[in-house]
Nanobody, 127 residues
Framework: QLQLVESGGGLVRPGGSLTLSCAAS????????VGWFRQAPGKEREGVSC????????DYADSVKGRFTISRDNAKNTVYLQMNNPKPEDTAVYYCATEPDATFGECTRSKGGYDYWGQGTQVTVSS
């Protein structure tokens, strides 16, 4: 069974830090670009960050650039999103997904190119 499972969400204070994990099972994540998306209540799902299969390419939404870092450990079949200095507006359900047709070394934050999705993990930023 092909599955992506996000973990690491929770309550974090503004200015703190949190690391989200996206673990794949049933398939090898190495060959895929992976994206992190988020959806706040009443808002569209938006692309936060993505990383190419080779880790050579990353992209970030302007709202998180300089605060969030995406990385991957292919040996652990896992992609991470390090969230530093989170803000209340970062509160959302965070999802990871695979981008099967990404150009080698590249990725996009457009959700239309993503197929497998995890179930999401809630991140709440509040004091």
């Amino acid at each position: 069974q092909l599955q992506l499972v996000e973990s690491g969400g929770g309550l974090v204070r503004p200015g703190g830090s949190l690391t989200l994990s996206c673990a794949a099972s049933g398939f090898t994540l190495d060959f895929y670009a992976v994206g992190w998306f988020r959806q706040a209540p009443g808002k569209e799902r938006e692309g936060v960050s993505c990383i190419s299969s080779s880790s050579g390419g990353t992209d970030y939404a302007d709202s998180v650039k300089g605060r969030f870092t995406i990385s991957r450990d292919n040996a652990k079949n896992t992609v991470y999103l390090q969230m530093n200095n989170p803000k209340p507006e970062d509160t959302a359900v965070y999802y990871c997904a695979t981008e099967p047709d990404a150009t080698f070394g590249e990725c996009t934050r457009s959700k239309g190119g993503y197929d497998y999705w995890g179930q999401g993990t809630q991140v709440t930023v509040s004091s």
